[in-house]
């Protein structure tokens, strides 16, 4: 007799449609409108969301499956890491001033990406890419807190580690990558995906990701090395999901390709001012180098960027208009950003030092047309200064670029010794900018960002003292109240990294490993 | 298009004058000296004289750099929103004509910074 055996298994493909697009309905009580209130305003025209492909087809049952597993992998290394002492493994206690910055900027970007797309899974009126966004949204989340987790071990033994998302919300440097994700979740649901899931995951993410988990795997961090690799191959997935967003944009409507372009032109130069505290990192904190900034630059953005420009030609993208100055800039940047951070370092949560004779050497190496010529004057001038005890630093708060406010330290394209202004007045104020890209990105939107909040417009505005501070009482520290403010402590967490107490307990722990006395 | 929004959207700017308690802010930069990273901002009353500040603000800010004491201040060459520019030094910022937000630049001849590097 013949008996009709049902199906167990269902494939991959009718599997990913009964999980995503049969989960979703039109609804009736409400028009689509009001359900979807973001869809529309932003000009881009989508007709047909059913031509959204994931190209990974992943599900919620087959996400959690994999997930849990990284997970017991990377706790369970974690935990060998903590229990072993691998901290007193790493190169040197300076490495960890890298790692400092990670989770004070980095890590609070991965929770800020979480709520981004925890968002536009909900405002796409496509079924799709709402279950692609929405399992975005908890890998980010999770990307946050195994950060949290495997670095959290480091707040045991070091300075500056103990309060990342209070300072993310105050410390001067960090309204860098807070007004840059700001600016990205307060968009509308497109310009998001371009700007978070194609601009930064896609074209930026291996300038950020390669540099911190090479330099942690070269530098003996096992830990850090580890929640790298656990968020690889979700990475992966996020860049795939991207580049898929924009052609499936791009492929919908022919006007689209103008604010499109426009928001890559935007997130670009965006993501590159960001990622210039990596250009810093790559080549100034990390004892063993992997490789220098201009380098990475180099096959990251000219090379694979550029191979990828040429893939998206056919739908009229053009490479962004930014690129040939980052191309000038890629010699003058790492240098430029370290002075920076050496003048201001009594008010940052983690240290600066000049480097050796020796590093020095691989920096006029790495940088043979600038760093001789540029910045060794400076550097050894400085060194020498340290050493005398009359160590620099820039007492004076700067001024900031109204757009992605970092100090105005960059130069003049094709001048390296002058600083670039650039202003605007617009509704009878004046608004400064440190390049003509940050400049075009205001005259887009100006409502938008003459609201930034810069931090040293709001110290000078007194809104960066403790609660209950009367800075007119006699004797009153306007610097000490700002770091109580920022909960630094002043002289521990930061100053030069010679001297400091990070340095003398990692000598004398790993002497203590060591030796027997 | 001034910002996009889904209605009628306008920001409020976050740094008026009227929120620096009776200050307005002036930034200043030393051309060809880049150990100073960026251009300085200091909050001043509009009263202020603009000597005071070359002669009792500046030095604490500037004066760590070799160059400083070696300044002829009668050669010392000035930029207003990069336009050459010319201070009285004993008229107030509001009788120079110096707004909230204005930015100058100071170029001091001949001297270009630690060996010549401009730093």
Known sequence: ??????????????????????????????????????????????????????????????????????????????????????????????????????????????????????????????????????????????????????????????????????????????????????????????????SIGFSFEYVLTNLLFVPFVSGAAYNGDMGTMTFGFSAQSDEARHMTLGLECIKFILEQDPANLPIVQRWIDKWCWRGVRLLSIVAMMMDYM???????????????????????????????????????????????????????????????????????EEEMQWLSQKYPDTFDQHYRPRFEFWREQQQKGNRFYNKTLPMLCQTCQIPMLFTEPGDPTKICYRERDYKGSKYHFCSDHCQHIFDNEPEKYVQAWLPVHQIYQGNCFPEGSDPTAPGF????????????????????FEGSEDQRNFEAWRGMAKRND | MQVAAVKEYAGTPRDGVENFHGNQLLYIGWDDHLMFCAPLAFPFPPTLRFGDIVEKVLPGAYGYHPDWARI????????????????????????????????????????????????
């Open chain 1, 1 to 194: 007799m013949d008996m009709q055996v049902p199906k167990k298994k269902l494939g991959l493909k009718e599997r990913y449609t009964l999980m995503t697009r049969d989960l979703a309905w039109d609804t009736t009580y409400q028009p689509k409108e009001k359900v979807y209130p973001y869809a529309d305003y932003e000009g881009i025209k989508i007709h047909d969301w059913d031509k959204w492909e994931d190209p990974f087809r992943l599900t919620m049952d087959a996400y959690w499956k994999y997930q849990a597993e990284k997970e017991r992998k990377l706790y369970a290394i974690i935990d060998a890491y903590s229990q072993s002492n691998g901290h007193l493994g790493v190169t040197d206690a300076r490495y960890l001033n890298a790692i400092k910055i990670f989770l004070t900027a980095v890590t609070p970007l991965e929770y800020m990406a979480h709520r981004g797309f925890a968002h536009v899974g909900r405002a796409f009126p496509g079924a799709g890419a709402r279950v692609a966004c929405q399992m975005q949204a908890i890998d980010e989340m999770r990307h946050a807190q195994t950060q949290i987790h495997s670095l959290s071990n480091y707040n045991k033994y070091y300075n500056g580690f103990h309060d990342a998302p209070h300072m993310f919300d105050r410390v001067w440097y960090l309204s860098v990558p807070k007004s840059f994700f700001d600016d990205a979740i307060t968009a509308g649901p497109f310009e998001f995906i371009v």
């Open chain 1, 286 to 356: 990390l004892p063993k180098r992997v490789m220098s900034w201009k380098e990475a630059w180099e096959i990251y953005f000219e090379e694979n960027g550029g191979a990828l420009f040429k893939d998206l030609a056919r739908y009229g993208i053009k490479m962004p208009a930014c690129a040939e100055q980052i191309r000038q800039e890629k010699e003058h940047l790492s240098h430029q950003v370290w002075s920076a951070f050496y003048n201001y370092s009594g008010a940052t949560d983690f240290h600066t030092w000049m480097p050796t």
């Open chain 1, 477 to 496: 520290d306007p610097l000490a109240a700002v770091l109580e403010h920022y909960r630094l402590n002043a002289g521990r967490d930061n100053g030069d």
């Open chain 2, 72 to 119: 002829d201040w009668s050669k010392v060459e000035w930029l207003k929103s990069g336009q050459p520019w010319t201070p009285h030094f004993n008229r107030t910022l509001a009788e120079n004509g110096l707004g909230h937000k204005d930015v100058l630049r100071f170029r001091t001849p001949g001297l270009t910074g630690i060996q010549g590097s401009c730093s």
